[in-house]
């Protein structure tokens, strides 16, 4: 949208607020009219509200439109909902929130019945946070904390470049929901010496048992592991995980927390948001590597399914070479972690427990899926034995060899702008850019894949992605028209297929922290064979959903009214505790 759009529709919410100030409305903003989870185009009035219901006293119902611009009535997110009564709170939450948490930000939201700017924590000094955070000691002490945290310089592995190996190896493919908990199952069983491993979730009762079963002596678990907050899924906390893995194994086991600003179990950061890599490296000679966690959701078990089921891909590689490469910087994240493990002082852990826990109340229970099953029949995992390939592996915050450049962006870069046919890339999500800078680029490489006559496609997670496919539409590089969102199995992959040849598996989301500065890895599989395991799957996904921006819509100079009423809303209703959705 263009800033003088937003600036008109910004002055006519100034104009009318008091016929947008109903009973349950939050914010209100200039946007773009969502209509059953497909973009129109029409610039509109987006207002968020607490809840939305069936029916409601007419007096009490928004309008279609104000001004001839459409009224778009959204169900506010729980840390919509808990900002509008406890900002102190909502500011912790989001400070400490896992990346895909984090909600975009609009320059002209209000606040409702106030019409004041919405502030915007993730631009605020520490001054600032500290002054709206005043009436609330323990959270602001918690503030201070994550803004006050020392950051130590990122520490790669040595002499271990990141460099294309190409071998004859053996390589098993698999994806979740269909396969993904039983391949790592077998996966597991085979350990002879030890397990190295980079985590950022380990919150699956049924992954623990085969951990503590697997790993007898004298077999040995080394593991750097981050400590979100709870996936929705979770049988136990990772902190219990740890506990109990120590508990079995004994001095066998190794572990440390990662080095994460918002981790209140160390004293210092690395990466800024997320240790989000997803690596098992076994006996030195093969290794696990996934877009999804040691939890659930990612890997659901069969026998016991969760509540909901994401798709990830997961790739199982016995290559020497390539898993000592791995290993290698698994050992060095380690020893950066273990020399600086300090917890958090108690008042710190408590502001941000109880902070999540008003967040719980203000979350929905999770919507039954409208999609029981992407496919028709479970995919099974294949083995490909003794195939000729070509792997890169991708690393991120890492640099290319005597360089500046991050070796994830300059490596995907340049396989995103070779493709000559097909480029299909599903996601759990795409943050828009601003229109400058290296992610925008990125995007850009993949907007000009576009006017090449490339088949782009690009499936995100609906939940997740719809809010950013929004901003997109309003700033930087666009790429709505490609994009269909997906609800069941939720989508937490981070997979590309190019040109029916390259498959791409990693744990990077698209995002500039994702790209460039959490740490995550992935590896680029130059094979048509495994290519045509994986591009099956995502067209089975992608054929049973609609697209974004049906007719790629453009914004009109002038919106056009509305025909379609609005949804009604409801004043705030107390909910029982819920743990937010988080991967």
């Not at 097909?422 to 006017?451: C, H, N, P, W």
């Not at 922290?513 to 996904?541: C, T």
Request: hydrophobic share 40%.
């Amino acid at each position: 949208m263009a800033n003088k759009t937003a600036k008109a529709i910004d002055l006519t919410i100034q104009k009318n607020l008091s016929k947008l100030s109903k009973p349950g409305v939050l914010t209100v903003r200039p946007g773009f009219e969502i209509a059953g989870h497909q973009l129109t185009g029409k610039p509109a009035i987006v207002a968020t509200v607490h809840t939305k219901k069936k029916s409601l006293p007419k007096q009490d119902m928004l309008p279609n439109s104000v001004a001839g611009i459409p009224v778009d009535v959204r169900e506010a997110r729980p840390f919509q909902r808990l900002c509008a009564h406890d900002w102190p709170a909502a500011a912790v939450t989001q400070v400490f929130a896992r990346p895909e948490d984090k909600e975009p930000t609009w320059p002209f939201e209000r606040q409702v019945p106030s019409g004041k700017l919405l502030q915007n924590i993730w631009s605020m000094s520490p001054k600032a946070l500290a002054k709206t955070t005043a009436s609330q000691p323990a959270m602001q002490k918690a503030l201070a904390a994550h803004a006050t945290k020392k950051q130590l310089q990122y520490v790669p592995a040595k002499n271990t470049p990141l460099t294309p190996v190409t071998t004859t190896t053996t390589i098993t493919a698999v994806v979740s929901p269909d396969a993904g908990f039983t391949t790592l199952e077998d996966f597991l069983a085979g350990a002879k010496k030890s397990l190295v491993i980079g985590m950022y979730d380990f919150t699956s009762a049924s992954i623990l048992s085969d951990f503590k079963s697997d790993l007898g002596r004298p077999r040995t678990l080394q593991m750097v592991l981050d400590n979100p907050i709870l996936n929705p899924t979770a049988d136990q906390p990772d902190s219990q995980t740890v506990a109990e893995l120590k508990a079995s194994l004994g001095t066998r086991a190794k572990i440390a927390w990662a080095l994460d600003r918002s981790n209140k179990l160390v004293s210092v950061w690395m990466f800024p948001f997320a240790y989000h890599i997803k690596v098992i490296v076994r006996d030195g000679t093969s290794f696990w590597l996934s877009s999804g966690n040691l939890n659930n959701s990612n890997e659901p078990n069969p026998v016991h399914p969760p509540s909901h089921e994401d798709r990830d891909w997961h790739v199982i590689i016995e290559d020497p070479q390539l898993a000592k490469t791995f290993e290698a910087y698994l050992n060095q994240d380690f020893t950066s972690a273990a020399a600086n493990q300090n917890p958090a002082p108690p008042t710190v852990s408590e502001a941000l427990a109880e902070a999540n826990t008003k967040l719980a109340f203000d979350t929905n229970p999770p919507p039954p899926p409208s999609l029981k099953a992407i496919t028709k029949q479970a995919v099974a995992a294949k083995t490909f034995k003794d195939i000729p390939v070509t792997i890169t592996p991708v690393l991120t915050p890492d640099n290319l060899p005597n360089s500046t450049t991050r070796q994830y962006l300059s490596t995907m870069t340049k396989f995103i702008s070779n493709a000559k046919k097909s480029l299909f890339i599903q996601l759990q999500y795409i943050e828009a850019s601003k229109g400058t800078g290296f992610y925008d680029d990125l995007l850009q490489t993949i907007a000009d894949r576009v006017k090449a006559g490339v088949d782009v496609r690009l499936i995100e997670d609906q939940t997740n992605g719809e809010k950013w496919a929004e901003k997109m539409k309003d700033s930087g590089v666009d790429l709505t028209a490609n994009i269909r969102l997906q609800p069941s199995p939720s989508v937490h992959n981070k997979g590309f297929v190019i040109d029916s040849s390259i498959v791409v598996v990693s744990s990077q989301n698209f995002s500039p922290a994702g790209v460039h500065d959490n740490r995550d890895a992935g590896v680029i599989i130059e094979s048509p064979e495994i290519a045509q395991y994986f591009e099956p799957v995502f067209l089975s996904d992608w054929n049973r959903l609609k697209p974004f921006a049906p007719k790629a819509a453009k914004p009109t100079a002038t919106p056009a009214a509305s025909k379609t009423s609005k949804p009604a809303l409801a004043k705030s209703t107390k909910k029982k505790p819920s743990r937010t959705k988080a991967r």
